[in-house]
């Protein structure tokens, strides 16, 4: 497939995304083609090209003065476009508007390449606020013993265990070194290269112990990545997502189970317990207190179990 030859603006945009603001380079790749697809949207309407051939449009031609005629309008088009042709849902059209909002605004506050933000009025879909899927403490104990008598048990067995105790993301897991451990602190490197520290509690200390005994059996072993594949080499998220869709296989067969979802796991057993917070959004890694607050929620039965016990209730 022939690369797509990008506008400057939009390299140089890129650049700035990674190198100031410290986006990953899988949201990175994120803007990259939300604005690809906004360009060539607009390229196809201006030149009146079927949706059908969107994907053959040339946009390197696309300048800072082809920009500044852009109107909040085209914008609202363009997100008409990503639900009603595409298909997009909420939460899909809801980036696509963050990334013309940050990119807009770079253009105006950074670069100076445009006088008026037409997205400065963009306004965002709603999106329903869904409550995390997450395993109880049986589902997850019956998918932690699924994986004893595997091959590399110990290996899996661990990395299932810090995610269900540190609620840690997939990508931060693969990013880990053997020296982010220093006793029981584990230094974590989340979203946007920011650092933090959490503790490692006695199951992990175990599991750890157990697994670094038998690491320097595997063949080829890169001495750096903390978890490492069959070939001695580091992770790939994908490949952890196949592993615990393996296991859950195996186990408890949870509907759609993934790493994401052990992490929710984990959030929701660590405020049931008593977790405060703000203590959770550190843990988590979480840049605001909103996100974080999704774990606050009570359980329908919880709720039902309240209402029926009230005392009123007696009362015929």
């Not at 992770?235 to 859950?248: D, L, S, Y």
């Not at 317990?273 to 988590?284: C, E, P, T």
């Amino acid at each position: 497939m022939t690369k797509t030859a990008l506008p400057k603006v939009l390299r140089d945009f890129l650049v700035y995304l990674t190198t100031i603001t410290g986006k990953s380079p899988r949201t990175r790749k994120e803007y990259e083609y939300d604005l690809v697809l906004f360009f060539r949207f607009l390229k196809s309407v201006e030149k009146d090209i079927s949706p059908d051939l969107i994907h053959t449009i040339d946009i390197s031609d696309v300048t800072a003065d082809w920009i500044k005629e852009l109107s909040l309008e085209d914008l609202y088009y363009f997100i008409e476009y990503c639900e009603v042709q595409r298909g997009n849902s909420a939460s899909a059209r809801a980036r696509k508007v963050a990334t013309l909002k940050a990119f807009f605004k770079y253009l105006k506050g950074k670069r100076r390449l445009i006088e008026e933000n037409p997205a400065e009025e963009l306004e965002s879909p709603k999106i329903g606020r869904r409550k995390p899927i997450y395993l109880n403490m049986d589902e997850a104990q019956t998918f932690l013993k699924a994986i004893d008598e595997q091959q590399y048990s110990t290996r899996d067995y661990c990395m299932m265990v810090f995610f269900l105790n540190l609620g840690i993301r997939v990508s931060e897991l693969c990013s880990l070194n053997v020296d982010s451990i220093n006793g029981r602190q584990l230094t974590v490197i989340g979203k946007g290269n920011k650092e933090r520290t959490v503790y490692l509690n006695d199951a992990c200390l175990a599991a750890l112990e157990r697994y670094v005994e038998e690491r320097h059996t595997y063949k080829g072993t890169d001495p750096e990545p903390l978890f490492v594949s069959q070939k001695g080499t580091r992770f790939a998220r994908q490949t952890v997502a196949k592993m615990v869709k393996r296991i859950n296989g195996q186990s408890i067969k949870k509907d759609k189970l993934t790493p994401h979802k052990l992490r929710h796991t984990s959030a929701t057993m660590m405020y049931k317990a008593g977790a405060d917070i703000r203590s959770l959004q550190h843990i988590l890694g979480h840049s605001s207190v909103a996100t974080t607050q999704i774990y606050t929620h009570i359980e329908d039965e919880q709720i039902q179990d309240v209402l029926k016990n009230n005392p009123f209730n007696t009362i015929k």
